[in-house]
Every structure is written in C-alpha cells, then in structure tokens.
C-alpha cells in the first residue's frame, strides 16, 4: 500500500465512484485504477467497493478507509509543503549587535514577518565578539554589526553608514555644536562601551591613527547606563548618534565635534562563506539593505 494507492482510492470516490473519469484526471489508464483498487482490497483483506454491473458502490469499508485516507494525504500534503518550503517557512536565527539590535532589528523583523508570516526568526543579540563566535559554532545563520569583521573565513557586506557622536554633560565647559581640539578631547574621563563591541573598536581604531589611547573610567554594555553618567557629569561618552537623539533634544546632554577625528562607520552583515543561504535568509539580508 502506497500514497499513490490511496490518491487513487480518493479520486475515485471524489468522482462520483466513476473509474473512466478518475483515470482522466490522474492521467492514467482506467486499467492502472482497477488494478490499484484490487490491490488495496487484498493488501486489507476488506471489500471497498461493491461491483454491480459496470457500476461501482462504496462499501462500509470503503467509507471507512475514505476517512482514514482523506486524513492521511492531508498530513502528507502538509509535509510536502513544509518541508519544500522550508526556508520560506522555517526558523532564521538572527544575531545583531546592541545598537542595531536596539534601534533597528525589531523594525526589520516586522517587516519580515509581513512578507513571510510563516517564519519564525529567533534573535540573537549581544557585542559583535560574541555574534562572530556565534557564527564559527553554526548557532546563528547571519549577523548584524556594527564594526569590522575578523574572521577571515566571514563574507562581509556594507549595508549602512552610521557615524558615533561626542556627548558632554549639559552643564560642562563645552556647548552645543562646538568643535574641540583632540588635546582637549583626550583630557576628559572617558565611558566606553565594553572592549568586544562595534562601538568601542570604531572608537579606538579613530583614536589610535590619531596617536593616541585612552583610559576609560566607566565600561558598560547599556548605553542609557554610559548617558546617564554624561548626564550626571562624570565625564563623556561616545555613542551612535541614533541613540543619544532623546538626551540630546531633551537638553540633558551636549555634542561636540573633534577636529580631525572623524568617528563615521559602516554596519555589516556577516556570515560564513560556507553557509547556505536559505532563500528567506537572502530575502532579510536584502530587506536590511532596502530598509529605510
């Protein structure tokens, strides 16, 4: 007994108990129905259809096996679409940096689910370090960053600029829009987000072709904890501007321009070369880059 048994066995009963017609639509010969009919009855041991005449009529049986079979190639239906169709269907395992993940990856995944609502996209988010090392364990299918990638087995691709920004307590020496020298600059006390972030390393690669390094005082993941301490005045920070937009409208904070240092980047999706792209993979890495 096979699948094609029971496709027969429903066609027929879908046609009126007519094997001339169920043969035409199957695209087989009247024949090939009889004979798969014949074979169900012996391979059960049951009657499924009384012959009277040239006529056929469904026997308890049959009803039966009709419920049973009807069930049947829905499940199978159901997996076959499922699994052909997994990767319009199935899981995306999204790994993002802290900014990103806060100021654009839940917009993304919206979006996404919009077009492909049968997805599921599970999101890991955390320092650009921690995601690469994500991607080497095959635990996530792509990564959103911030920085550079050091991987050399990683493709790398540019999907948007992003520049950090120089914020000041409100009521500190320096003004709105002001453009300080890089030896005032290297004088402040200095919170950083933690060593392992697209932030940070942005921040000493511009530094050090600059000639100099700094010692922070304040290391932290939550960059509301970094403009908290600006705003109580225990020194400067340097951030993505997307996320210092509120302190700086409220007030609270000020920004500054260092002459000569210039903190523009570029965000990246990472993934291993040797990863297969799913086609629902491509189609969010291509969102990413459309998104505006």
């Known amino acids: 007994m096979t699948i094609r048994h029971l496709k027969i066995f429903l066609t027929v009963c879908d046609h009126n108990y007519n094997t001339t017609k169920a043969a035409e639509k199957l695209l087989i010969s009247q024949p090939a129905i009889s004979l798969a009919i014949r ?7 049951v009657i499924l259809f009384d012959r009277i005449g040239r006529r056929l009529s ?25 699994m052909r169709n997994w990767d319009t269907f199935g899981i995306l395992r999204v790994g993002s940096s802290i900014t990103i993940g806060s100021q654009f990856l839940p ?22 370090e921690q995601l690469e090392q994500k991607l080497s364990n095959n635990e996530l299918d792509f990564a959103l960053i911030e920085g550079i990638c050091h991987i050399p087995s990683f493709i790398s691709e540019e999907y948007m600029e992003d520049w950090l920004t120089v914020i000041c307590p409100a009521d500190s020496l320096f003004f709105q829009g ?12 200095f919170l950083l987000r933690e ?17 100099f390094s700094v010692t922070p005082i304040w290391e932290a993941t939550s960059t509301t904890a970094l403009v908290n301490a600006v705003i109580n005045g225990l020194g400067v920070a340097v951030l993505p ?42 189609a969010f890495i291509q969102l990413c880059k459309s998104y505006e």
């Open 195 to 211: 060593r392992g972030s697209g932030t940070r390393e942005t921040f000493e690669r511009v530094i050090e072709e600059a000639g």
């Open 178 to 189: 002001q453009e300080i020298t890089i030896d005032q600059f290297r004088r402040q006390k």
């Open 58 to 82: 469904i026997t308890e049986a049959g009803r039966k096996f009709r419920e049973y079979s009807a069930h049947i190639i829905s499940l199978f239906d159901d997996m076959e679409t499922g």
């Open 241 to 282: 501007y997307r996320m210092i937009i509120g302190p700086l409208e409220q007030g609270l904070v000020v920004s500054v321009h260092v002459k000569g240092l210039n903190f523009r980047r570029k965000f990246h999706i990472i993934y291993h070369k040797d990863k297969f792209l799913t086609s629902s993979a491509k």
């Open 107 to 128: 917009y993304y995944v919206k979006a996404f689910y919009s077009r492909f609502p049968g997805t599921e996209v599970r999101v890991s988010i955390g320092p650009s």
């Open 39 to 45: 074979e169900l009855e012996q391979y059960y041991g």
